[in-house]
């Protein structure tokens, strides 16, 4: 008997929404990402290790990775 275990972050998307990205400057969708340090066994992530931080925003016009902050400036509906 033998464990295969590890660790590693893992990346959720916990909302997809539109805005005005700043870099390209085009209406375009989202994604709002999450990373969280899991002990995994087995491959299978089972144990958050740390709070949930590094959130960020990805801009899926031009691929860019921005702080979520970004969102509080750039709803498309101001
Ligand atoms: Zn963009």
Partial sequence: MFFIFGLGPKTKVIET?????PVCRT???YELK???NYFSLFFIPLIPLSKPKNSFV????????????VLDHAQPNV
């Fill in 17 to 21: 929404n539109q805005f005005v990205c």
């Fill in 58 to 69: 990805q801009c899926l016009n031009c691929r860019t990775q921005m702080p979520s902050t």
């Fill in 27 to 29: 209406r375009s969708s």
């Fill in 34 to 36: 999450q990373q969280r």
